[in-house]
């Protein structure tokens, strides 16, 4: 009789645990992914077209930072992709997210006349144009030249958007520029006598050190979402990363879907993707990186990362 009971009890703790586990499985309604006309949007754009985001996750092509920024501020997005330093501003103006990942290593070159630049030193007396005045590339653009011995008053930049600079360059109007990828490789392939003359992430490398890496952009997360769906988040984490991975090595597997839905013709992709490094990192395991960079642009320009270096509780933990 006793063994009875004993059978008994262990039949009903296990439904028990049973249940528990049941109503442990997270079942998410909605999910909202933004994501920016460019690269670390490729791997996204994989997964929803080979059927690996899910029925419940809607993603969202923003135009501007001020559309993603207000999508964040309102909770419109649940995951965001943005550059690191604008993830830095929004943090310290107090609004719940943290660094889901760093996805994007290297993305900005600059670019001059064949056989006009080949050293730091040789862009003394020369006009350089460069994205919207306090953007990162300007910032970076400022630092390399700092930690190179150029003075600000040694060049004179000039601002102007990327598409204005591309078209510059292919009218012949410019004879040193620096351009983020694809943008690039539509210069490169369509103005006369150009070469490319310094990759800003090999040239971050020299500056601070061989295994310092630059992380230009990531994704952003709700909070909220992150305390609610840790599991559901981890998932996504995981194949955003494996489909960074193959859209890397492979790039043709999403080329078209990227022409269709980003207007960015395949080959140029393609050809881009060369001069690309993706790779995605969970925001805690990025800190290092994040950090560096964020304190040279502390250095240059304080209000182009909020103010402040961000705190802890910046970097999302699994």
Same mark, same amino acid.
């Given at each position: !009789? ?8 262990? &039949? ?31 791997? +996204? ?21 001020e559309e993603a920024n207000v999508n964040i501020a309102k909770k419109v997005a649940d995951f965001s992709i943005i550059p690191v330093?604008?993830?830095? +501003?929004?943090? /310290?103006?107090?609004?719940? @997210?943290?660094?889901?990942?760093? /996805?994007?290593?290297? @993305? ?9 630049? /080949? ?8 006009? +350089? ?48 520029? &620096? ?14 006598? !150009? ?39 981890v998932e996504f984490q995981k194949s955003y990363a494996e489909a960074v991975e193959k859209v890397m090595a492979e790039p043709s ?8 839905? !980003?207007? &960015? ?10 001069? +690309? ?26 209000? !182009?990362?909020?103010?402040? &270096? ?9």
């Amino acid at each position: !009789m006793k063994r009875y009971k004993n059978s008994i009890v262990f &039949i009903i703790l296990s439904m028990l645990l049973m249940g528990c586990a049941a109503t442990s499985k997270e079942k998410v309604e909605k999910v909202t992914i933004q994501v920016p006309m460019g690269p670390p949007t490729a791997p +996204i754009l994989y997964m929803k077209e080979n059927n690996l985001l899910g029925d419940e996750v809607e993603v969202i092509l923003y135009q501007n930072m001020e559309e993603a920024n207000v999508n964040i501020a309102k909770k419109v997005a649940d995951f965001s992709i943005i550059p690191v330093n604008v993830a830095s +501003i929004l943090h /310290n103006k107090d609004m719940d @997210i943290s660094l889901f990942n760093v /996805n994007t290593w290297g @993305i900005l070159y600059m670019v001059a006349k064949d056989n006009l630049v /080949n050293s730091w030193e040789d862009l003394k007396g020369k006009e +350089i144009y460069v994205g919207a005045q306090g953007a990162s590339p300007d910032v970076l653009t400022r630092y390399l030249l700092q930690n190179n011995g150029i003075e600000e008053d040694d060049v004179t930049l000039q601002y102007s958007s990327s598409p204005e600079i591309v078209q510059k360059i292919i009218a012949g109007q410019g004879e040193v520029a &620096i351009l983020p990828e694809p943008m690039l490789t539509k210069a490169l392939k369509k103005a006369e006598q !150009m070469e490319v003359v310094f990759d800003f992430a090999e040239e971050w490398k020299k500056i601070n050190g061989d295994n310092s890496a630059l992380p230009q952009t990531g994704m952003v997360i709700q909070n909220e979402f992150a305390k609610q769906y840790p599991k559901w988040a981890v998932e996504f984490q995981k194949s955003y990363a494996e489909a960074v991975e193959k859209v890397m090595a492979e790039p043709s597997i999403v080329s078209e879907v990227v022409e269709r839905e !980003m207007g &960015i013709p395949q080959a140029i992709f393609e050809e881009a993707m060369t001069r +690309i490094h993706l790779e995605s990192i969970v925001g805690s395991d990025a800190k290092e990186d994040v950090n560096s960079y964020l304190e040279a642009l502390m250095e240059t320009s304080p209000k !182009m990362i909020g103010g402040s &270096i961000p705190d802890e509780g910046f970097y999302y933990k699994e």
